[in-house]
């Protein structure tokens, strides 16, 4: 048995019709908000509002497709994996978090979370990329950062926490949710190239 990355499932390789497989295109947005007339709440790709709706389009179900989030959004498209290339990229990043438990700096990156990122800006520098990221909220768009650090060839991001930017909310420092670590500077670049990032409002 095989696990399908589209819908999920187990299937048999063998028993795999054109059909076997039902799945949604696109993300499904849970907010309803009124654009012009168009409600943008439901799946993005046929309408349909139910979150339980059955998928919208049948193929055989595959073993080397992932779904891509982009950014820290809710929106995500599939993506072609190469599965050993997914396995070696494993293995660099687990020996990286190895590396970072025997290192002074990484040994201190367990204790990030929690912190406001200027602390980690003090500790660290400016890092080598930052992304602005926009998500939706029934309080109005929340803002987040995510900052990509390359110190000494050890490779890590950390995310903030989303934050509503309003004119009647004072906005907090931004804090640090999660660190991610990569196996190595081009690891982290070519996940820094998929993220979606816009310009945060003043």
């Known amino acids: 048995m095989a696990v399908c990355g589209y819908c999920g499932e187990d299937f048999d390789p063998d028993d795999n019709p054109r059909s076997s497989c039902r799945h949604h295109v696109a993300f499904y947005f849970p907010y309803d908000i009124d654009t012009d007339g168009e409600h943008t709440k439901g799946w993005q790709c046929c309408g349909e509002e139910d979150a339980d709706a059955p998928g919208c389009r049948t193929t055989r179900h595959?073993?080397?497709?992932r779904r891509r989030y982009r950014g820290q959004t809710?929106?995500?498209?599939?993506v072609v994996v190469d599965e050993e290339a997914e396995r070696r990229v494993a293995r660099r990043a687990a020996d990286q978090r190895a590396r970072a438990a025997g290192m002074a700096d990484g040994a201190a990156l367990d204790g990030l979370v929690g912190l406001p990122l200027a602390d980690v800006h003090a500790r660290f520098g400016p890092g080598v990329h930052t992304a602005h990221v926009e998500s939706g909220s029934a309080r109005g768009?929340?803002?987040s950062e995510s900052v990509y650090f390359d110190v000494r060839g050890l490779c890590f991001r950390?995310?903030?926490v989303p934050?509503?930017?309003s004119v009647h909310v004072t906005p907090s420092p931004p804090i640090v949710e999660r660190v991610e670590i990569y196996a190595d500077r081009e690891h982290l670049d070519e996940v820094r190239s998929s993220q979606i990032t816009s310009t945060r409002p003043d």
């Open 163 to 165: 934050r509503v930017s």
């Open 141 to 143: 768009p929340r803002w």
């Open 158 to 160: 950390v995310d903030t």
């Open 62 to 65: 595959r073993t080397d497709v």
């Open 74 to 78: 809710i929106a995500w498209d599939w």
